[in-house]
């Protein structure tokens, strides 16, 4: 490579670079896998050594990044948040054992290796012991101040618990991550699969995209969680813990959250040992681990050591490779989603992953098989990295027969076969049909799952038999089913169809937010249909809601709703079906349920039965009063909710029978909230 070719090298790899900056940074929505990612980051690195000319003053050789993003207050570190070298290689690592040796004029050195958690860095200070304020790494030296949304994870204590021996500094900001579990990931990717919505590549974008919500409530109902690993600023000084392993014993006796495992060991070998012993052990830790993170013991060695301007010289992360593997693709199947989107699903020959067999990958969109070129028949590289979805990475051309041809995407939706069409601006190509049956279906289900109006009996399976039948055509018609039309389904179906008619009666009484969430307005998830609920207080009064009831000079009017999701609810409700959609649901006669303001279960009767998991019947009783609610001894048809515990009897037979909604005291104590 000559030095023109090198230098337009150098400048696609910087702009490509800082184009996934972005992405990853401020939007939390990457396109490409860290580990491609840092491959970039070496061929610039490399190339910039290899023509020094032409590397610039402000050479990117690592991710330095900054995630401030507006409607934060920015807050100043009063000691900068560094980020690490990261390597992949054994040698390296081994290095950079060498060069501390080196540097430091010792023999031997003793290290901490911990996990290295694939979350959201932040930093959280406490002054006197007492939380007074959490921040995101931001660019490092100023980030956002989202303190509000910190005090949402449960596991994070207001004060820090006194040890013996264990100083309680005047000011420290204690560094860490927030996260979200492996399994709190799945649970609202499955929701958001179930509302025909993106799914989020994996936990950590999730995480970022949470803690940066403006709305608390938002943040509130996605568990997010944290972990405390290192220290920034200390005062006073004498407050300093010795070593890094005596920093994790203080961390877990202030009764924070701490690593899960770690090592103290001394030697290149052993660091290495250690962080073998973490890649066997890392997919039973509840977060997601990419790495470890090898961090000089002592204290007064690290300071000796320093920091060049980005990362200190006495830490280094391994990261382990994510999961790759070759394999054929044998076909290209379509799904078609709520909203008529069409996508494209990699039917693999299946291969052991990450842990798992992988038989099926998401291929994303029209654009992304052209952009890589991805062929049936092709073999292909494909990627997992723990709980990430599988996703196609590469095509190893070189395995290509001439029977592989380019794929061409259907013109057609493969459910009912109306031509596609793709929106300016979109990715997605969508099926415009409105009564495609797969669309009605996921439609129908939607509404009546239990995020929405919470119908027993009409699970997914059920609705594909109303569709098929033909009784179901929209949402609507499920509150005109007929008993004769049910009992044709099958022999002993008598009891089964009275408990779903019954079941879609009391749905009728819903609250008013999970009619709104049940329409599915693209962008409206529980939260906002919750605050649309509050504000407009009936489904008409939202139909024919205008531009400025959302929007007034640019400021949202309702908190929460911001102007994408105002544009996506005006456009919702100007399409004729969807305002037919709404007027047949209240000709069907449904009654949402509104509390009235300032008390969120007004007009509501409550029967308790069986011993509830943490409040005593007079404590459930006591609250429900005091939100507004009525408590009754018995289950009649005006009863609005059963709430059940272990053990619950007769009154929970009764309320089955009358089809009156059922509750557990999670969702009482929701409720609660409003
Ligand atoms: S120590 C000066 N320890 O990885 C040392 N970082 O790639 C700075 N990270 O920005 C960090 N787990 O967000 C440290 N056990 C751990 C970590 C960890 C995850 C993150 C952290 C940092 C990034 C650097």
Redesign the pocket.
Known sequence: MDSAEAQKQIARLRQQIARHDELYYRRAQPEITDFDYDALKQELAALEQRFPELASAESVTQRVGDDRTEGFQVYRHRER????D?TYSEEELREFHARLVRDLERDELSFVV????D?L?VSVTYEKGKLVRAVT?GNGVEGDDITANALTIKTLPRTLAEADGVPIPDVIEI?G?VFLTTAEFQRINKQREEAGEPLYANPRNLAAGTIKQLDSREVAQRKLEIVL??RGYVEPVSALPETQTQFHGWVKAWGLPT?EKFWTVTGADAVWDAIQKLDTLRDSFAYATDGA?V?LDSVSLQRRAGSTSK??RW?M?YKFAPDRAETRLNAITIQVGRTGVLTPVAELEPVLLAGTTVARATLHNRDEIARKDIRVGDYVLVEKAGEIIPAVVSVNTERRTPECVPYVFPERCPQCATPVVQLEGEVAVRCPNFECPVQVRRRVQHFASKACVDIEGLGEAMVDVLVEKGWVRSVPDIYRLRREDLLSLGKNVGKSSDNLLAAIEASKRAELWRFIHGLGVPHVGAAAAKDLARKFRSLEALATAKYEDFIQGKESVISGIGETMALAILTYFNEPRNRATVNELIAAGIEPVVPAAGSALAGKTFVLTGTLPTLTRDDASARIEAAGGKVSGSVSKKTHYVVAGAEAGSKLEKAKTLGVPVIDEAQLLEMLRG
């Not at 948040?81 to 690490?84: P, V």
């Open positions: 948040m560094m980020s690490l990261n911990e996990p290295k958690i979350g860095a790494r560094r991550e690993y290192g690593v993170v961090k990362s200190p830490a992360a």
